[in-house]
Each structure stands twice: as C-alpha cells, then as structure tokens.
C-alpha cells in the first residue's frame, strides 16, 4: 500500500471510528507494553492477578506461566500498577528485570557461565533504575545520614551513569566505600532492600514494606525455551535469595520455559505461588467489551452493538473459537474486522460477510505466521548425530539454534532478529529471498496492517549488523555469506 492509499484509509478509519461512537480504535494495541498507560482501564481481573500480588507484608516469590499471547506480560503491568497505585500504592516497589542483554554480553552467550552474583548485580542496578525513576525525591528524606551514603555507593558501584549521576543531585552525599565482591549475592540485594523499605512519607506514615522483582521477557532474548530456562537457572536455585526478606520475584514465563524449569529446579508449591493462565468464553468476552466500552465512554458496550442484524448472532463466539483463548489473537482478529470493513464498504454496521471474509483471512495469516521459519524448528541442514562436528569451512546453523562460523560457535548468540533473518535466508539457500519476505519473517505483520516502521530501510540496518556478526569478508572487503542482488533481495553463501 503506497503512502498515498494509507493516509486515504486512515482518514476513513477514522470517519468510521466517528460514526460508530468511538474517539479512538479500541484495538489498535495488543501488546501490553504499549498500553502500559492505559491498561488499567481495560484489564480484565482474573484470579492469578490477586494470588501473584500476594501481600506486602509477607511477601511471596511467585510464578505465573502461560502461553504466547495470553497476557503474561499485562499481568506483570497490573501488578506494577498495583504496587505504585492500586491498592498497595506505594508499599510495594516494583522493579522491572526485563533486559538480558548486558548480562549475555558479559559471558560471551555463554549461559553456562553465568552465576548468581551476575543476576543479582544487574537484578540491583534495575532496582536503582527504579529507585530514581519511580519513586518521589521527597521519600528520601527519611532516610539517616548512613544509609544515604550507603545508598550513594550502591549508586557508584551499580547504576548506570545517568541514574548515578539523578542520585548525587537527589542525596548529595559522599559514597561509603564498600568491598563490594566480599558480599554474597544475598547479602548485596538484602543490604539495599533494608535501605529501600524505610523509604516514605512521615505523614500519613506511608513506607515501603518489601520490594518486587518483576522477571519477564527472558523468551525475547534467548533462541528457545531450553536456553530460556537455563538463563534463568542460577537465579531460580538460590532458594536464600527468593526467599529473602522484604523481597518477592515474580516470575512470568511463557508456559515451555517454565516447565523446562521445573524439570530442572524443585519448585516446592507449598513455599512458592505456581499459577498457569487459562481463559474461558466468558472472561475473553469480557476483554472485547471492556475495549469497546473503554474507548467509546460507554456508548458501545458490544461489539454486536455495531453489526447488522444478521451478523449480530453468532459474532462473539465466531471470533472467540477462531482465538484459540489468546486474549492477544482476540484483539488482533477484533481489529482485523474492523479494518477489512473499513476498506470494503462506506456502511457503519459490520455485516456477516466482514466476519466470514476476516476469519478465513486472519487464520491463513496465522498459518503463515505458525509455520514460517522457528527458531526452535530443525533447520534446513541440521547436526544429524550430536557428536557430528560442524563443518570447518562454511557458515552453518545447528537444530539447537546455534550459528557456526568455520567449525567456531558463534558468541554472544544472535539477538532474536538477527537469528529469524538469517533463518530465512539459510532455509532459502541458495535461492534470492526478496525484500517483502525477510521483512515478514523477522517483524511479520498482517495484510491488512500496513506498518511502515518495519520497511526496507529497517531490513538494511539488520543486514548490515548480521554480517559484522558473521564476520567473514571476500577479499574485496564484501560480505562472504550475505550477498545482495540488486533490486531484488538478499541470498545466503554458506561455504
């Protein structure tokens, strides 16, 4: 769609979104991330909500798993948002522990080297991210002269210059100088978290009563669920640090991590929450009212409220059985439907045929997302015996995930992009895969949601860090494997 037909549809969208009652589209974000603003308008309560909040007072380490798509990561938004302004407000500091990336850099991707101290030590510069970001300068006034200082050595030892440099404004004192590498683990979290829970205001007498590590997104940076686990490993077995005092992790996991996780860790139920996501009718029914209420002030509380007559029957349960009982899928098919009416018809209501065109569009569009390229899949040229060596002079890729460069195992592993584009390309070898696909198999995108961010100029960027990645180079100084065909794509040279 060029940019002429997309602004052209947007300002019908738009006119439709009037006519129908709505001063937004109610499905336009589905990822909560990007709704963290607004999320607690619309969240649809469910029981795991309540038991992995557990209480402050006594906090909890908790995991919550769940498939692809079912609101793991909504969950975790709520429970932020309860601890700041819920009903905790302010008695819980919620500390996001979402970003492994510096961690994996420090071991080269190499996961079994990874140990407790190194999560810990970047679990506390979270804490202090948080700390600066999250919580009001005025809280900490209450603290005594030695705790600032100590609070400022964890500042200079730990946080990022930018958080550094936020808490000697804030403090404004001298860093107490610590032999940081004679602390535990255990001893390097409880020693900040005793300094955090006296954080507060002296009146009404509000102080914070434990802290909440909020680990999530561990699938984001590690090729598969087996990897994802051991990542997670040395955290996960130091039963001192997720039982410690005034501290809770709340672990959300996609459902295949989390049971190569419990094959591998005794997670005792009787000392931890274990909770599984599920979703019936009723509750995904729910998701799509609360959208429609939300972002028409309750002029559409239905979404039958804006089908004809016809189509008004069955329309809910159509959509939920083709969701599979991912609140996620349910959006995307929601708006899905709303757009391939917009651009059939000038007509306000969405009739039977929308819904019959949409469902048979959306789930050949899931097909081709479900079996395009996996990560986990075994790849086009896979070891065949586990004691088979890779080849010495070629590129090659393993059905474990791992890239091999001349008989060498290539670290740090590939981020998550770098990996599906190459996927693409090795799968195709030696054939020329177009610009289209590439884009589709690393930011896949539906037909009908034209999203300009994941363009060409994107898939030039990614290219040009996968070969310094790959690293090697002709004697022309181009790159040996990723070669370009002008105009038309890229292809991959494996020897």
């Known amino acids: 769609m060029s940019e002429a037909e997309t602004d052209k549809f947007s300002q019908r969208l738009w006119r439709w979104l009037r006519q129908a009652g709505f001063n937004d589209d109610p499905f336009a974000l589905y990822e909560a991330d990007k709704e963290r603003e607004f999320l607690n308008d619309f969240f649809v309560d469910r029981p795991y909500l309540h038991d992995i909040l557990g209480n402050p007072a006594h906090p909890q380490t908790a995991f919550l ?50 140990t407790p101290r190194q999560h810990i030590t970047h679990i506390v510069r979270a804490i202090m991210r948080t700390l600066i970001e999250d919580v009001p300068a005025t809280y900490f006034d209450l603290l005594p002269d030695m705790d600032r200082g100590l609070l400022m050595g964890y500042a200079a030892a730990f946080a990022d210059p930018i958080s550094h440099l936020k808490f000697s404004r804030i403090l404004e004192n001298e860093p107490l100088q610590l032999a940081w590498s004679k602390l535990s683990p255990l001893e390097m979290l409880t020693s900040l978290v005793e300094i955090i829970v006296q954080l507060g205001r002296p009146q009404p007498g509000i102080k914070y009563e434990s802290v909440y590590i909020l680990v999530d997104r561990v699938d984001e940076a590690i090729v598969n669920s087996h990897t994802a686990a051991m990542l997670l490993n040395p955290l996960v077995t130091q039963r001192s640090v997720l039982e410690a005092a005034n501290v809770a992790f709340k672990f959300f996991l996609p459902f295949e991590v989390g049971e190569e996780l419990r094959r591998a860790v005794d997670l005792r139920p009787d000392r931890l929450c274990i909770r599984t996501i599920t979703w019936n009718h009723d509750a995904l029914k729910d998701v799509i009212q609360q959208r429609l209420a939300y972002y028409s002030e309750n002029r559409v509380m239905r979404l039958e409220d804006i089908c004809t007559s016809a189509a008004r029957g069955r329309v809910v349960d159509r959509l939920i059985g083709a969701s ?21 018809t000038n007509k306000t209501l969405i009739d039977s045929t929308d819904v019959s065109e949409t469902l048979v569009e959306f789930l050949q569009q899931l097909d081709r ?65 177009s610009h289209e696909e590439l884009i589709e198999a690393v930011w896949p995108k539906s037909a009908w949601m034209p999203n300009e961010a994941y363009g060409e100029q994107n898939l030039r ?9 790959l690293g090697a180079a002709t004697t022309d100084g181009q790159s040996k494997f990723v070669r370009s065909a002008r105009g038309r794509g890229y292809w991959l040279k494996t020897d």
């Open 369 to 433: 997302e479900q079996t395009r390229p996996s990560t986990t899949a075994q790849t086009a040229l896979p070891l065949t015996e586990a004691s088979e060596e890779p080849p010495a002079q070629r590129l090659y890729l393993d059905a474990s995930g791992h890239v091999w460069v001349n008989g060498e195992r290539l670290v740090p592993p590939l981020s998550k992009q770098e990996f599906e584009l190459l996927l693409a390309l090795y799968r195709n070898t030696p054939e020329i895969v």
């Open 461 to 469: 960027k990614l290219i040009s860090r996968l070969r310094k990645r």
């Open 324 to 344: 599979e009982g991912s609140p996620r899928t349910l959006l995307r098919l929601c708006h899905a439907l709303i757009h391939h009416h917009v651009a059939r």
């Open 65 to 114: 798993m769940a498939r692809r798509g079912a609101g793991k990561t909504a969950t975790r938004e709520m429970v932020a948002y309860q601890c700041t302004y819920g009903q905790f407000r302010r008695r819980a500091l919620p500390v996001r522990y979402d970003d492994f990336s510096l961690l994996l850099e420090e071991v080269n991707g190499d996961i079994t080297k990874l």
